[in-house]
């Protein structure tokens, strides 16, 4: 299992299946940036269906798929969270 901080406030165990889910849609560019807090990701399998994260007012990433309902965690958030980590390092010239 792998542990990602999410944000601050809490830690959410997360099988490693989900992380490598979650660099695919990166690098397939399926998940990407529409607003300052907001990330939209097309489903890897039926490009019709999507879904959406969002950073919540307590800084802890939400997802409006079932997975996350679920799990409270899923690959969509893990994905968001990443392109977020990699932006900041960016901004200060990492
Ligand atoms: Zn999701």
């Known amino acids: ?14 099988s490693s299946t989900l992380l490598e ?3 695919g849609l990166i690098q397939t560019g399926k998940i990407v940036r ?4 907001v990330y939209y990701a097309k489903s ?3 490009p019709t269906r999507y879904s959406m994260v969002k950073k919540a007012d ?3 990433w939400t ?3 079932r997975g ?4 409270k965690i899923c690959s969509h958030a893990i994905a968001a969270l990443m392109l977020e980590s ?3 390092a960016r901004l200060m010239g990492v």
């Open 1 to 14: 299992m792998v542990e990602l901080e999410l944000m601050t406030k809490k830690t959410v165990p997360f």
């Open 86 to 88: 990699a932006e900041k």
């Open 68 to 71: 996350f309902q679920r799990r």
């Open 34 to 37: 529409i607003a300052e807090d």
């Open 63 to 65: 997802c409006v798929c």
């Open 44 to 46: 890897v399998h039926d």
């Open 21 to 23: 889910k979650a660099e």
């Open 58 to 60: 307590d800084l802890t």
